[in-house]
């Protein structure tokens, strides 16, 4: 893995509760106001170790990890998608591990899905979107097993991952004909994107922290059946969480997304956290982590 990357890339620079909901709030805790973390910050810190890592095809990259709370359980669970502008080169689930490890210590199971990004063989469209398809149904097999509670599954994804996790929860609304549309996809109930990406066309009209020719590549002109926006509405709350100093992805993003999918019908709340960027979103000990985790925990009715 190689997420330092992720600074490299250009750039300018989601409560089970009502039907409709549109807040925008900027969090008075708010973090440091000093220095924005780099990823060197959280890398520094010793990498929490997942508890199994369950393959879900044939590929090296269709793996998930396990992240199991002690306890018999059922456990809630979270289906965590990581980001790295869907590119392998540039994140891997493993970028996810600090936060899944704060999750299993609050009794959350949490499944961090790997999928192979637009620069390896199998990705872009369809085959990204297919391998996250996959890695999330994959997960009903597990469920079992090890005890997870499925019955208020929530998707979080970081970066590109917001868009991904989103994206699964679209799934029902897939057009007749897509080649992304299965059947009977494994329900969503609510999404915490932790500063997504979340419209791709938009993105695509705009400069933004992972530049054009990656979405290209990765929607080959298909919004259709890619872009949240016009899957709309997806009929479960959601949460988006961004950093109010991200140099990475647009803050404008958020209440831009937002705007469209409260008018669509959809409960969407964004939460602005002052003297952040992008790092801290999935950094344990931050204002910011502090409140996603918040977000997370009302959604699986805790």
Do not use: K
């Amino acid at each position: 893995m190689r997420p330092f990357t992720f600074l490299l890339a250009p750039a300018v620079a989601l409560a089970l509760a009502a039907p409709l909901v549109g807040e925008t709030v900027t969090d008075a805790q708010g973090g440091d106001t000093g220095r924005m973390m780099v990823w060197a910050d959280l890398f520094a810190r010793p990498r929490p170790a997942s508890d199994a890592t369950i393959s879900y095809g044939p590929d090296p990259l269709q793996i998930a990890d396990l992240w199991l709370p002690a306890g018999d359980g059922p456990h809630p669970t979270v289906l965590m998608v990581h980001g790295g502008c869907w590119q392998t080169d540039i994140a891997e689930r493993t970028i996810m591990n600090w936060i899944a490890a704060d999750l299993r210590a609050r009794g959350v199971a949490v499944w961090n899905i790997e999928y192979r990004g637009v620069d390896r063989p199998g990705g872009g469209y369809p085959g990204t979107f297919h391998d996250v398809a996959a890695a999330a149904d994959a997960l009903r097999d597990q469920a079992a097993r090890h005890h997870l509670d499925l019955s208020r599954l929530v998707a979080v994804g970081h970066s590109a991952g917001g868009h991904l996790a989103l994206w699964l929860a679209a799934r029902p609304r897939l057009p007749q004909g897509s080649p992304l549309r299965t059947a009977d996809p494994l329900p969503i109930h609510a999404v915490v994107s932790l500063g997504g990406l979340p419209d791709l066309e938009e993105a695509a009209r705009s400069e933004n922290g992972c530049g054009n020719a990656v979405i290209a590549r990765l929607t080959a002109g298909h919004f259709d059946d890619t872009s949240v926006p016009r899957l709309a509405p997806l009929g479960v709350p959601q949460v988006l969480v961004n950093g109010a100093e991200d140099r990475i992805i647009p803050t404008a993003y958020a209440e831009g997304y937002a705007r469209p999918m409260r008018a669509a019908g959809d409960s969407v709340a964004v939460r602005m956290i002052p003297g952040t960027g992008h790092v801290e979103l999935v950094t344990p000990d931050t204002a910011a982590w502090s409140a996603a985790a918040r977000e997370i925990e009302r959604a699986l009715g805790r």
